[in-house]
């Protein structure tokens, strides 16, 4: 072959090479979520494969190997930008701690959709998709509240919290549940600074059955009279209640209120293992997100809020009146995992 046309073959192929990269970086998105095992991740997963599949994008998908993992996020991160991602979807385990490294995606060209829990500051990301927990938080603590009629003014409450860097979604939670109980919130943006009596001991679970347990048979230690349970997640309400249930506690002597709304955990309403749970909805968040990144468009989101509300319903068969609510039934039509 003459030099002239062996040139421009080899000048044709590489442009064709770069043209293919572009391609394959056009549809390449990624999910990355806290842990790989929680039910409310498993589900965002599913939701963002199915929407990957429709929408014939090349999904990358990673986590932490615990709650918390801010450093296998970061990692992750970087590996969406050298694959020349489009955008991701996140859920950040440390709401601060991510946020350089969000910006250093964003310098990159990259849309980063926040699932769930908000970064700190929330406009860090694109945009976030996420249930409003604050809310969720306080449709438990007004059931709880109301639940409890004339006693609320004497109870004895142990907080089941996340982690000790409270993240946005714990400080959120705990927070708006305090603020429906009637606690006196301090500081909104962050929990254990209040005075109210009430409040006999805040513990971590990290969200996790085993740890939720072992946070509640400490917290006994501190609070033989507890009444109320507030517990950030479902799997730390069963594992409280596994701790309850060894010391007699399983009598209806205490309520345990939660937030999520698996199948799980709404079976757990049904059982009278949890007395209520705030359902929310990761498929949508998920399939939201890729959807956007996609299209490169986002939704219209409340300029209010600061960020797409994917919605939050109360869950009990006890309803308590002035608190909207659906049944168990309901619970379990729209539940996940």
């Known amino acids: 072959m003459p030099r002239t046309m062996l040139t421009l073959a080899l000048a044709s192929a590489a442009l064709f090479a770069a043209m293919a990269s572009a391609t394959v970086a056009q549809d390449t998105v990624g999910l990355i979520t806290k842990t790989e095992t929680n039910p409310f991740f498993v589900k965002m997963r599913e939701g963002a494969e199915a929407k990957a599949k429709e929408l014939g994008l090349n999904l990358i998908t990673a986590a932490g190997k615990f709650d918390g ?13 050298s694959a020349g991602a489009k955008g991701f979807a996140i859920v950040p385990s440390d709401s601060k701690a991510i946020v350089p490294t969000i910006q250093k995606a964003k310098d990159a060209g990259l849309m980063v959709i926040v699932l769930d829990t908000p970064l700190d ?18 449709l438990i603590g007004e059931w709880a509240k109301g639940t409890l009629g004339d006693a609320a003014k004497d109870a004895s409450i142990v907080f089941l919290d996340l982690a000790t860097n409270q993240p946005t979604v714990d400080y959120l ?25 009430r409040i006999c001991t805040h513990e971590i679970s990290q969200g996790d059955q085993e740890k939720g347990r072992t946070a509640m048979e400490n917290a006994l230690q501190k609070c033989p009279n507890v009444n109320v349970v507030y517990t950030i997640n479902e799997p730390a309400a069963a594992g409280a209640w596994e701790a309850l249930k060894a010391v007699g506690k399983d009598d209806g002597s205490v309520l345990i209120v939660s937030v999520d709304g698996g199948c ?18 990761p498929l949508l968040m998920a399939s939201m997100a890729l959807e956007a990144i996609a299209k490169g468009e986002l939704p219209t989101i409340d300029p209010a809020m600061g960020f797409f509300d994917t919605g939050a319903q109360l869950v009990t068969d006890k309803p308590v009146a002035g608190v909207d609510s659906i049944d168990v039934a309901k619970g379990l039509e729209l539940c996940w995992g």
């Open 69 to 81: 993992d801010n450093d296998a996020q970061v990692a992750a991160i970087e590996n969406l930008i």
């Open 121 to 138: 500051p929330m406009d860090a990301a694109t945009a976030t998709f996420a249930t409003d927990n604050r809310k969720a938080g306080r």
């Open 173 to 197: 939670r705990d927070q708006g549940f305090m603020e429906g109980f009637g606690i006196d919130v301090k500081d909104p943006n962050k929990y254990g600074d209040e005075d109210d009596p």
């Open 264 to 281: 799980p955990g709404v079976k757990n309403v049904e059982a009278g293992v949890i007395g209520a749970t705030s359902q929310q909805y």
